[in-house]
């Protein structure tokens, strides 16, 4: 598992480490590895031609450092002071020694010199800047947009924010960044993940806590939360899975709901709705019934809302079960709000952005620009697990106090009914009894693989997606 901390965590911890080091010790940890990053993107550092922008925090120190140690390999370093009187001072005396040049960001000299760099270090701002560039450094940035340099970032990209990922104005965009200690929020997050490029993490000892602020599944993590049969297992003892989905104009919602939900792990998948006869078409395997949520028989868990409609009296009898239900689509704007956080088993609600944005109150751009908050928000005023669909596809706890952040996925899912697969499946993990908040993260790394999977550089459509659920699933569990 990939964890990410606040930017206040990972002071605290430096603060600890650096009491017990000597002094420049653990910069000179960063600048080691920074170095070692820049010399893997360079290939041959000798005679290459690397820039260096520098602000006045200790990501400028980093930078210096990383730059000295580059120079003393043969690589060619300028380095691009934006606050002079500013500059850490042992870095610049280090950078010259290994016969570095030191340069002003006023003029066009330095906006030449980043015209025929090889590669740029981004060292301006560090983890505690908030807001976007200054406008002294926005030249530069100009600059390194139009120059065929790579870019590097020390830490974070310069205009980005640590914690939240939100990108108020203008940033600089890496190609790769060299995060340390740990990864920070924002580097998982859009928009500012967009901006960050590869990230590599340095480990440089801090000790931080067990729980952190942000986290990040990986096959391993996923393969323990798979449900698995016993011996003595039959279909009701793997759980059942109620569908409440589709409608005279949108059949293909149940039928896609459906089809995430036979491959989820429980042992069976009811159906209550108008699009039985599509349904069984598709999947002979389904039990169908035409007498509403209260007479489909028992379930341990239901999925309500995928192309459903104005079907607001399904949606209520769904919410008055007592076994965890996902909220998705139609659903999530009938549901009402107090029906919702008055339910005593788990919730899971899905929205996208859009949705997201309805619930909430506000504009869909500021959901987008700002995620991490959202999410947090949702799921605090519900009382429920909150899967935010997305570029980033984020996951919080009933509350908002944990959140996971998706990994895997692809820009091909932005496709009609791939929300509808994924609705089928959390839910059919939630029947085979996992958390609300492994069901819908375990759900969500699945779907995102089998997306690869069905789409692997093409267009691909969300049937395609159901089918390769199986595929996803084989490869955590053998990996």
């Not at 911890?13 to 993107?41: K, S």
């Not at 990230?199 to 323990?224: F, K, M, T, W, Y």
Request: hydrophobic share 50%; aromatic share 4%.
């Amino acid at each position: 598992m990939r964890t990410a901390y606040s930017v206040e965590t990972v002071r605290a911890a430096e603060r600890e480490l650096m009491a017990r080091l000597p002094e420049g010790a653990l910069m000179q940890r960063a600048a080691a590895g920074l170095a070692a990053a820049c010399a893997d993107v360079l290939g041959r550092v000798y005679g290459s031609r690397v820039v260096l922008l520098v602000g006045s925090g200790d990501n400028g120190g980093d930078a210096l450092y990383a730059g000295a140690r580059l120079a003393r390999r043969g690589a060619g370093v300028s380095a691009v002071l934006l606050v002079p009187e500013r500059a850490h001072g042992g870095g610049l005396a280090a950078l010259r020694r290994a016969g570095g040049r030191v340069m002003g960001a006023d003029g066009g000299g330095a906006e030449a010199v980043v015209g025929r760099a090889d590669l740029v270090v981004d060292g301006i701002v560090g983890i505690g800047g908030t807001g976007g560039l200054r406008p002294d450094a926005v030249p530069l940035a100009d600059a390194v947009e139009r120059s065929r340099a790579v870019v590097v970032a020390v830490d974070l990209p310069s205009g980005v924010d640590a914690d939240t990922g939100e990108v108020r104005g203008r940033a600089l965009r890496a190609d790769l960044t060299v995060t340390f200690g740990t990864h920070k929020p924002g580097l998982l997050v859009d928009p500012a993940r967009e901006y960050a490029g590869s990230v590599r993490l340095v480990d440089i000892g801090l000790e931080l806590p067990a729980s952190a602020e942000l986290e990040a599944l990986q096959h391993a993590d996923v393969a323990r939360m798979l449900p698995v049969p016993a011996a003595e297992s039959d279909k009701y003892r793997r759980g059942v899975v109620g569908i409440a989905a589709g409608s005279a104009r949108y059949p293909g919602a149940a039928v896609l709901a459906v089809a995430g939900a036979l491959r989820g792990g429980a042992g069976a998948v009811r159906y209550v709705g108008p699009a039985g006869q599509a349904v069984i078409a598709r999947f002979p395997e389904t039990l169908v019934s035409d007498g509403g949520p209260k007479h489909a028989g028992r379930v341990q868990s239901w999925v309500v809302g995928p192309g459903a409609g104005d079907d607001a009296a399904t949606v209520a009898e769904v919410l008055a079960a007592e076994v965890p239900v996902l909220i998705d689509a139609d659903g999530l704007r009938l549901a009402e709000a107090s029906a919702v956080r008055a339910r005593r088993a788990p919730t899971v609600m899905t929205p996208h952005a859009g949705e997201a944005a309805a619930l909430l109150g506000v504009e869909r751009e500021e959901v987008e620009g700002g995620r991490l908050a959202a999410v947090r928000e949702l799921a605090g005023r519900y009382g429920a697990t909150v899967l935010l669909k997305g570029s980033t596809t984020l996951i919080a706890s009933a509350g908002g106090a944990a959140v996971r952040v998706n990994p895997t996925g692809t820009s091909w899912l932005a496709t009609a009914g791939s929300g509808d697969v994924l609705s089928g499946l959390a839910g059919s993990l939630l029947a085979a009894g996992l958390p609300a908040v492994d069901a819908a993260s375990a759900a969500a790394y699945l779907h995102g693989l089998a997306g690869r999977f069905a789409a692997d550089g093409a267009p691909a459509g969300a049937h395609d997606v159901a089918e390769e659920i199986a595929r996803a699933w084989r490869s955590v569990v053998r990996a």
